[in-house]
């Protein structure tokens, strides 16, 4: 069956659950902050992690509005603290995550949330890069994957950034328009000083 075959068979039915997680980003002095909110029938929990411009964990907290059982409120919201001096970028952050954050101490779904949280960092920070360029940059699609697929960060993460797809023409032409973006920015703040 295709997409609208299979969710056609819920059109007539009671949904049994529902869950939405949310992930936010904002700009703020000195870096940045991120907010993600998991709402279900159990659930209403939001996480806040604040970064330097490094991308560093630098504070966490968590609020639990509705949680299952009083126990959930005990001990997993101090542990999220224990995030503080992660940087998002690491190879391996997540596998260290559930070292500072073993699953006996933790909650499933605040682990879901920080998860989903660094991915939100990941992409949102996208478009922080983007900004840094001042309307300056005009790459194509295809230029900004091979770009992106060149950074140790996003290589070989799926199908699409796959080292077996490196266009190194497209990929040269894409870090040269890079560099031109980078004089005109810094010529533009040049003048703005003025």
Excluded at 150 to 160: E, F, N
């Amino acid at each position: 069956m295709d997409f609208q075959e299979l969710t056609s068979l819920a059109k007539h039915r009671k949904q049994t659950f529902g869950r939405i997680v949310k992930c936010e980003m904002y700009r703020v002095d000195g870096g940045f902050l991120a907010i993600t909110r998991m709402h279900d029938d159990f659930h209403d929990i939001a996480l806040a992690l604040l970064l330097d411009e490094s991308y560093e964990v630098k504070d966490a907290a968590v609020s639990m509005e509705r949680i299952p059982f009083p126990q959930c409120e005990e001990k997993p919201p101090e542990t999220v603290k224990r995030l503080v001096g992660l940087r998002v970028y690491e190879r391996g952050v997540l596998k260290k995550v559930r070292q500072l954050i073993p699953r006996v101490e933790g909650c499933t779904h605040l682990f879901e949330m920080i998860e989903s949280t660094f991915r939100a960092v990941f992409s949102g920070s996208y478009n922080v890069i983007g900004a840094s360029f001042e309307g300056a940059l005009d790459l194509t699609l295809e230029e900004e994957r091979q770009l992106w697929m060149s950074t140790p960060i996003l290589a070989d993460t799926c199908y699409s950034f796959s080292r077996d797809q490196v266009n190194e023409e497209v990929l040269r032409q894409a870090r040269e328009k890079v560099e031109r973006a980078k004089e005109v920015a810094k010529k533009i703040r040049v003048l703005r000083e003025e």
